[in-house]
């Protein structure tokens, strides 16, 4: 229980630290997770003013509202100020890999979408290198051909479809080196979404420790 305790704290830290870069009349992403849910009170709490937000899954959505942090659909927006998530894993260079949560679709769409992505986590989440699994969501049309063309090393997730109506499943082979597996999943045309994040998509990382904050060196940049 002190671990998790230990975990929580700093989650809430770099949720809390996030939340201060957002000024009145931004446009946010909010992410999925279980540091986001530190974010949003975070956010509520500071009662911004004129800010528009996008939710990238139904349970960031309705605690959101609950707070009485405005949500809207991603839909008329072209562009985000600042998009706010977390991640399972993060390396020195700053490869992510997000979507234990399922929601790395939408998560793509909205960090890309924002001028500034600002990643917060707890202090097991910085890595030397990705582990596996790596998430995947993939079109529910043909999704047995796509499955068999992605062979043993991907496995369907037993969980339910995606609000977009597609297949969770995981890629369980070797990484290597990111990039060439992010090129030949995303080669397959039934492939909706990894959740390999490359370093040039990430602005800064957040890192609880203790109760304090490190901003993550990124030796990409």
């Known amino acids: 229980m002190e671990g998790t305790r230990d975990a929580d704290t700093e989650k809430r830290a770099a949720a809390e630290a996030a939340a201060e870069l957002v000024q009145d009349g931004m446009t946010i992403g909010l992410g999925t997770g279980s540091t986001v849910a530190h974010l949003l009170p975070a956010l509520a709490r500071r009662g911004l003013k004129g800010i528009r937000c996008v939710a990238t899954s139904v349970a960031t959505?309705?605690?959101?509202r609950e707070l009485g942090v405005p949500v809207e659909e991603f839909g008329t927006l072209e562009r985000l100020d600042i998009a706010i998530d977390g991640t399972?894993?993060?390396?020195?260079?700053?490869?992510?890999?997000?979507g234990g949560g399922a929601a790395h679709l939408r998560e793509k769409i909205v960090a890309a979408?924002?001028?500034?992505?600002?990643?917060?986590?707890?202090?097991?989440?910085?890595?030397d290198a990705l582990r596996?699994?790596?998430p995947l969501e993939l079109f529910?049309?043909?999704?047995?051909?796509?499955?068999a063309r992605l062979g043993a090393d991907v496995e369907p997730r037993d969980c339910p479809p995606s609000p977009d109506g597609g297949t969770?499943?995981?890629?369980?082979g070797a990484?290597?080196?990111?990039?060439?597996?992010?090129a030949r999943l995303e080669a397959d045309p039934g492939v909706a979404?990894?959740?390999?994040?490359?370093?040039?998509?990430?602005?800064?990382v957040l890192i609880g420790s203790g109760s304090a904050v490190d901003r993550l060196t990124l030796t990409s940049r």
């Not at 959505?61 to 959101?64: C, F, L, N, R, V």
């Not at 979404?193 to 800064?204: K, Q």
């Open 61 to 64: 959505e309705e605690q959101a």
């Open 168 to 172: 969770i499943a995981d890629y369980r």
């Open 175 to 182: 990484i290597g080196d990111p990039a060439e597996l992010a």
């Open 132 to 134: 596996g699994p790596v």
């Open 113 to 127: 979408a924002a001028e500034r992505f600002v990643v917060i986590a707890d202090s097991s989440k910085p890595v």
């Open 88 to 98: 399972d894993q993060v390396t020195p260079d700053g490869w992510l890999i997000k």
């Open 140 to 147: 529910s049309f043909g999704v047995a051909s796509t499955l």
């Open 193 to 204: 979404a990894h959740g390999l994040f490359p370093p040039d998509m990430v602005s800064e």
